[in-house]
């Protein structure tokens, strides 16, 4: 099992680009989650899904989207990339039952310049 | 304030000793706790559920202090190898969001 795929791993993104984080799960869980995680900051919750076709916002949504067309793929949309958006974006998802133990992927590292 | 709090360490600790710390959370609703470790520049993993009586894994021993809204996470034996960031993490909704601690350095050292 591959488990939760990123992709890219790396990213340089100029101000005002847009991009698409790529997040893709092969052990049929309905939850999904995007976090970012910046330098000495816990992770913080930017959208999440709890099945295809359902999205909702997370703790600091601004200056994303996201779509859940099939229970595989999660994707992650920034629109007009800023600064303040460099960071390290992982997802994860989680079984329906059990102790929301998360899989992560391998995150992605995204510097906008 | 914070949903989640640790200390960011780092706390040095010889090979072979012990080493805990704690996190405290602001919620006092929360259901579900956990210990994630994280190394460097890498994606963090579950290391181990908190259950409310406490509970070991190998030399890793959690406890939940919910009247004082705590977690703990004690390590034994330290290896080189547990050198990492160490997450406190705490669920409080049916839809499995969580909130992560910004984590406590350890370093194991020689």
């Known amino acids: 099992n591959a488990g939760v795929t990123q992709t890219p791993k790396f990213r340089i993104l100029k101000i005002g680009q847009s991009m698409t984080l790529q997040c893709t799960q092969d052990?049929?869980?309905?939850?999904m989650y995007w976090y970012r995680q910046d330098p000495g900051m816990g992770l913080k919750l930017i959208y999440y899904?709890?099945?295809?076709?359902?999205?909702d916002k997370g703790e600091v949504p601004n200056g994303y989207n996201v779509s859940r067309s099939t229970t595989e793929d999660f994707p992650l949309r920034l629109e007009l990339a800023a600064p303040s958006q460099t960071s390290v974006y992982f997802c994860?998802?989680?079984?329906?039952?059990?102790?929301?133990?998360?899989?992560f992927g391998s995150g992605t590292r995204l510097t906008v310049v | 304030r914070k949903e989640v709090e640790q200390d960011p360490g780092p706390f040095n600790v010889p090979e072979g000793a012990t080493v805990a710390f704690n996190c405290t959370y602001s919620?006092?609703?929360?259901?579900?706790f956990f210990w994630y470790r994280q190394d460097c520049r890498k994606e963090p993993k579950l290391l181990m559920s908190?259950?409310?009586s406490g509970n070991e894994d190998g030399r890793f021993t959690a406890q939940l202090n919910r009247a004082s809204q705590y977690i703990s996470l004690l390590i034994r034996d330290s290896k080189l190898s547990d050198s990492a960031t160490y997450l406190c993490?705490?669920?409080?909704?049916?839809?499995?969001?969580?909130?992560f601690g910004a984590g406590t350095q350890v370093v194991v050292t020689p």
């Open positions: 994860a998802s989680r079984p329906d039952e059990g102790a929301y133990g998360y899989t």
């Open positions: 052990m049929n869980h309905n939850y």
């Open positions: 899904s709890v099945g295809a076709g359902i999205t």
């Open positions: 919620n006092s609703a929360s259901q579900s």
């Open positions: 908190v259950y409310s």
């Open positions: 993490v705490v669920n409080s909704d049916s839809w499995g969001k969580l909130q």
